[in-house]
């Protein structure tokens, strides 16, 4: 009696009344201030029972006792109360409350291990949620939903719930909603054995944990991600990150999760043999199970203590526990757990000779694992089947319908033929005229119909035709521009380079110029149909920078200044802009529009002068070439702008060109969301305005880029650079290169072993290739973060795709190098990373001898042919594609572009599975590495 009165503390004499006292509402806050469960309960009972309470008061009191019973850690009278609190409630007045009271019922017996339970309640509150509660309620219940059908095995069910709720998360949740959903899908994939994924999705979670400071979701995270380190073999890693969420528990005094990390960390010892350390750990699972009161818990400790068990070769406590555990899984619903638990009670009798036993256990084993593991198609297929079958009942309804229809029509027919009967003759003919005549109509109709299927076929077949036909023009003209590019990259490339090293030869300066001059005007107009055709095909994307338009008129007009002189025609050159002028446009296309412009309007002008206007127009730019030449009569402006298309056939004999500049320009106008008009008289001249949407941006950005100090060809710099790279060759070239630069040059033969270096001399630059043996730059890469090396890594590759460029940067990598390497933006890269240099004056000191490397390298392809044949009779695709990258890179650096484009092209149909071109492309790159081999050798000896 002593206790009573003191729990209440409201308690008065028989003839004293309580409402004298303290009010009822008092009387529930006094509960809550309880320290003693047993205490706050006796009171609740108590003023239950007082017939002064009114019921919202008593609805107030049985959810205010159910939330104490969970806090409290005694989940079966927290569902009790709530369960009363269900039946107090209105579902028509407060259907909130009664959403409330169900989910909490749901909370409560998912945390006491009764997951079948918790999902009907869930299901139940669902029910409710769509109809009476925000949308934001409709996730949270999505989300219990899907963690209770996740803890029976429900994987189909739970992923359905996971995501309508990251759905609904999307666009009424927060961070926090985001990240718990997250880490939630992260399970049903660890489920599903898609371990990939899930460390994908769990690296995600513990970021946004991290930035919520979220102590408790990142130790979920952490211990999730321990378990996926435990099923793919890195069990080092796993233990890490299981004690960590471990040391994060007993900081918290969460026994709950306590019990099921110590028996992940179990399971890690079990895998490393580590029997007595798995020993304890086990232990301490099973002890703060049994404390907690969680029976899931203490259902997978029991299963880990039997596995110990039948190591140490104690067979009855191996099957007094899995026994135990089975029993428990059974009664949580948790099925996969049972059968796991089975195959262990079943390996224990067969060690106590219980064999007979043993093999009736596993038969119930592999019975119910194959029924376990259909049960989802057998739901799916119930599925169809239910749809199917409504589908038949639909079909069947629709066809009675038409068959009374039909009846009906029978009918009126038959009353009008009694009708028609009573008729006169005349009467009678004029029905069977008419008939007649309606025969006649449907037959007509019905000819036409056909006629019309028929035309339409065949003006199908033609258009197919034609798309084909397109197909096969676009294809042949990025096929005859590509074998185009590759002789002339050649020549241009020798050009430039005798035209540096004979700066001196006045004699020969001026003729290699011109020829440079020429083929990189060649190279433009290849460039034309490239573009033409990629239009065409939809694959030319845009690339959006800043830039200053004063910069831009200055780099155009300054290439037009000596084909003026040389025509004596005045360039015009007038910009009304302020200065500086900075917008974000793609540089390169819209400077390729006014060099069409402008070389046209010189083309075309014999005498007088070619103006170029720019200004602002309508919320853009609008360009103006204006010239004094040829012009143009109205009938060629309406063909002026077609593929292949010049003013007239006399054009093309008098002044040269393909006539693809001004369907290109015009192509790339409208890509950037601009246009072209031209305005023409012959004999007089013609003006095109060329104009482009766009913004003016604020310069201040651009004041900072000027002060950028250009770097000259013979810039010298101080600092350590790392260079990784599988082949020897070009191992070598570049270590020659870098050396020159004034650079001190270490090198690595593979990922492995630059990793290595650059952690013992944290260079201050790496030049990381990316496919290299023993392990590539993206792993390299990967390594080095973790490590905590923070200088800048470049990825040094021949992919120089646009979407390749960009996942290495995404993935990592500080920029970008490609191979052959362009000696002026390694110079660029080497005064971002290393700073301060010196320039040297003597720019024929730079010229770089390659003679000896490129012997080298064509020595040695006899053998790469002789590897490429191993590989292919080992049908080892994997290889061939890293042996074929490794070629073609080292064939571009030394001038072998035939070799390297055929290399290219056999490792892109091996990327892609095309096994059609396998063996074609195999046998050419053999044949053209055996000619060159002998050319080589006929050409050193």
């Known amino acids: 009696m002593l206790i009573v009165i003191l729990s209440l503390g409201i308690q008065a004499t028989a003839s004293q009344p309580l409402s004298d006292i303290r009010s009822l509402e008092q009387q529930m806050e006094n509960i809550a201030q309880l320290e003693r469960w047993q205490e706050q309960k006796m009171a609740a009972e108590q003023l239950l029972s007082h017939p002064q309470l009114v019921s919202e008061q008593r609805r107030a009191l049985l959810k205010q006792m159910g939330k104490l019973a969970f806090e409290a850690g005694h989940l079966n009278d927290g569902i009790g109360y709530f369960k009363e609190l269900e039946l107090a409630v209105n579902a028509e007045h407060s259907p909130e409350l009664l959403f409330q009271a169900i989910k909490m019922q749901g909370i409560g017996w998912y945390h006491s291990g009764g997951f079948a339970a918790s999902q009907k309640e869930y299901a139940r509150a669902l029910i409710l949620a769509q109809s009476h509660m925000p949308a934001i309620e409709i996730a949270h219940i999505q989300n219990n939903l899907g963690l209770s059908y996740l803890k029976m095995h429900d994987l189909v069910n739970a992923l359905s719930s996971f995501t309508q709720a990251y759905s609904l998360y999307q666009t009424h949740g927060n961070e926090q909603d985001e990240a718990d959903i997250i880490l939630n899908i992260a399970g049903v994939y660890i489920r599903l054995l898609r371990y990939e994924k899930a460390e994908e999705l769990l690296a995600k979670a513990i970021k946004l944990f991290n930035e919520l400071s979220d102590s408790y979701g990142l130790a979920l995270s952490q211990a999730n991600l321990g378990v996926v380190y435990t099923q793919t073999g890195r069990y080092e890693e796993a233990r890490v990150l299981l004690q960590q969420a471990v040391d994060y528990y007993e900081a918290a005094n969460d026994i709950k999760h306590l019990s099921y990390e110590y028996t992940n960390l179990a399971k890690v010892s079990v895998a490393l043999e580590e029997v007595e350390r798995a020993e304890a750990e086990v232990n301490f699972a099973v002890y703060y199970a049994e404390k907690s009161g969680n029976l899931s818990n203490m259902s997978e400790a029991l299963h880990v203590r039997a596995q110990l068990d039948l190591i140490n070769g104690r067979t009855l406590s191996a099957m007094e526990s899995s026994q135990r555990s089975m029993e428990i899984s059974k009664k949580l619903g948790a099925t996969l757990r049972e059968y796991k638990a089975m195959s262990l009670l079943a390996l224990a009798k067969s060690a106590q000779g219980e064999t007979a036993q043993a093999l009736s256990i596993l038969a119930e084993y592999n019975k119910g694992r194959a029924e376990l593991l259909n049960q989802t198609l057998l739901e799916e297929a119930e599925k169809y089947q239910t749809q199917f079958e409504e589908s038949e009942l639909s079909r069947e309804l629709a066809q009675l319908k038409q068959d009374q229809q039909l009846q009906v029509l029978k009918r009126q027919q038959q009353q009008q033929l009694i009708w028609m009967s009573c008729l006169v003759i005349g009467f009678a003919f004029l029905a069977l005229v008419a008939w007649y005549r309606r025969s006649i109509e449907r037959k007509a109709k019905l000819d036409l119909r056909h006629e019309v299927a028929q035309r339409t076929a065949e003006l199908q077949k033609t258009a197919d035709q034609l798309r084909s036909a397109n197909q096969i023009k676009s294809q042949f003209l990025a096929n005859i521009s590509h074998e185009i590019r590759t002789p002339l990259t050649a020549i241009l490339g020798y050009s430039e380079n005798m035209l540096r090293e004979n700066q001196g030869n006045i004699e020969l300066k001026e003729p290699l110029e011109v020829l440079v001059r020429q083929g990189e005007h060649l190279k433009e107009l290849i460039s034309d149909v490239l573009d033409l055709s990629k239009i065409e095909a939809e694959q030319l994307e845009l690339e959006m920078t800043e830039f200053n338009v004063e910069s831009l008129l200055t780099d155009v007009t300054d290439m037009f200044h000596h084909p003026c002189m040389e025509k004596s025609l005045e360039l015009i050159v007038d910009h009304q802009l302020d200065s500086p002028c900075l917008v974000c446009l793609d540089y390169v296309r819209v400077k390729q529009v006014l060099i069409n ?190 490590a905590g090396f923070e200088g800048p890594v470049y990825a040094l590759t021949a992919n120089v795709m646009e979407h390749e460029i960009s996942y290495y940067l995404d993935y990592g990598f500080d920029g970008h190098l490609s191979k052959p390497i362009e000696h002026n933006k390694l110079v660029e890269v080497l005064h971002a990373e290393l700073g301060e240099y010196v320039e040297k004056f003597n720019d024929t000191d ?83 590495l055996k000619v060159q081999s002998y050319s080589e050798q006929f050409d050193i000896t």
């Open 597 to 786: 412009l402008l070389s046209n309007a010189i083309k075309f002008t014999r005498e007088g002068h070619v103006e170029l206007i720019a200004e602002y127009s309508e919320n853009g730019l609008l360009f103006t070439v204006s010239d004094t030449g040829i012009g143009m009569p109205q009938s060629q402006l309406d063909k002026i702008f077609d593929y292949f298309q010049q003013g007239d056939n006399s054009i093309t004999r008098r002044f040269g060109g393909s006539g693809l500049g001004l369907s290109l320009s015009q192509q790339l106008a409208n890509m950037m969301g601009g246009t072209i008009r031209v305005v023409s008289e012959q004999h007089v001249g013609s003006q095109f305005s060329f104009w482009l949407p766009c913004t003016r941006l604020n310069a201040s950005s651009y004041a900072v880029s000027e002060r950028i100090p250009q770097i000259g060809l013979g810039a010298m710099f101080n600092g350590e650079v790392l260079v990784a790279e599988d082949h020897d060759d070009n191992r070598a070239l570049f270590e020659r290169i870098l050396r020159q630069l004034g650079v001190k040059v270490e090198s690595a033969v593979d990922g492995r072993q630059a990793v290595e270096k650059c952690l013992s001399s944290f260079p201050d630059l790496v030049l990381m290739d990316i496919q290299m043996p023993e392990m590539d730059g993206l792993e390299a890469l990967k390594l080095l973060r973790q």
């Open 846 to 928: 730079m010229s770089l001898d390659m003679t000896d490397l490129k012997q080298s390298f064509a020595s040695t392809l006899e053998q790469e042919r002789y590897k490429l044949i191993d590989l292919w009779q080992e049908n080892d695709y994997d290889g061939l594609q890293y042996h074929c990258h490794k070629i073609a890179g080292a064939a571009s650096v030394f001038g072998f572009t035939p070799i390297a484009d055929i290399a290219k092209q056999f490792e892109q149909a091996l990327k892609e599975q095309n096994s059609a071109q396998y063996q074609d492309l195999f046998l050419i790159l053999c044949d053209e």
